[in-house]
């Protein structure tokens, strides 16, 4: 049977070497260090943390393969499958299936805008593909097209369709859909800034960036908000958290901004890969400023 996912899972940023290879080693000890230190709950490879869109197939399988072999069971594994093509988004879940994934997230096809007839035929012919978990992923602003809950309910009613990371920033998508779909789908928080806001509602886990630096926090906000609905002490919590989730969510920059974090904090992860770019002086002074008020 497959496990019921809740809680925090960090989205894992992919590591380059220098001559930008893949750096399995700093891989391997982030995947380690999260399961002996992090406290969350699952581990999420080759999403959009992940800079998924600027792998190659072979790339991505071999950050599925290590994350999977790392986690050797101690914590789920949710692999991003994400394509343009049907068949190619097929082919890698299918792929992440047999090296031993726990369940795969896919945004809809990106850049070429597909409408809801087209997203609904991506996913069916995905559901009928795989028989793991599946996340669907919501995210407009970056694959271009917005997943309006009545097309979400249709899709939840598809084999093997679970969970949906809920990233549009609209507070009211999420009751919205759990009247549509009740149990037949359980909504992840794919907006830090709303976090708490989302675990108050009944979102049952966080898709999270940050728990890529700060996993302790992370986990325990849900703790506290999710769990045990402590909502003094959660809404403390987060809004000391607050204005590192805002970076990440207002500047668009997550992917630079994290992997800047765990150098800070002295766990170096490399550069991103090509166009992107460090962070520039006046957002790394204000993003370190943000990240020592956290972790002193």
């Known amino acids: 049977m497959a496990r019921k996912f809740q809680g925090v899972f960090s989205v894992l940023v992919t590591p380059f070497t220098k001559d930008d290879k893949i750096d399995e080693g700093v891989l391997r000890k982030q995947v380690r260090f999260l399961i002996d230190e992090g406290g969350i709950h699952g581990l999420m490879p080759t999403g959009s943390t992940g800079e998924f869109a600027a792998l190659s197939d072979s790339e991505k399988m071999q950050v599925a393969d290590i994350v999977i072999s790392e986690a050797a069971g101690k914590l789920p594994v949710v692999v991003g499958t994400a394509t343009v093509a049907t068949k190619d988004m097929i082919r890698f879940s299918q792929y992440a299936q047999k090296a031993g994934a726990d369940g795969i997230m896919v945004v809809p096809s990106y850049y070429c805008h597909p409408d809801p007839r087209e ?55 999420l009751a919205a ?3 549509l779909c009740g149990d037949k789908l359980t909504v992840f928080c794919g907006c830090d800034s709303l976090s708490l806001e989302m675990f108050l509602m009944g979102a049952a886990g966080w898709v999270a960036p940050p728990a890529n630096i700060i996993p302790q926090q992370c986990a325990r906000l849900f703790e506290l908000g999710y769990v045990k609905r402590d909502y003094k002490n959660a809404k403390e919590l987060y809004l000391k958290l607050l ?5 990440f969510e207002g500047t668009g920059k997550y992917v630079q901004l994290t992997k800047s974090g765990l150098e800070i ?8 890969r090509l166009p992107l770019l460090p962070p520039d002086k006046e957002l790394l002074d204000e993003f370190k400023k943000v990240l020592k008020d956290i972790t002193g």
């Open 119 to 173: 997203i609904y035929g991506h996913y069916k012919a995905l559901s009928k593909s795989v028989n793991i978990p599946i996340f669907l992923y919501n995210n407009p602003s970056t694959s271009g097209v917005d997943m309006k809950p009545d097309l979400v309910a249709r899709i939840a009613e598809l084999d093997n369709v679970s969970y949906i990371k809920e990233s549009s920033g609209d507070m009211t998508r």
């Open 177 to 179: 859909i759990q009247r």
């Open 243 to 247: 204005p590192l989730f805002s970076m």
């Open 265 to 272: 904090l002295g766990r170096p992860y490399g550069t991103p």
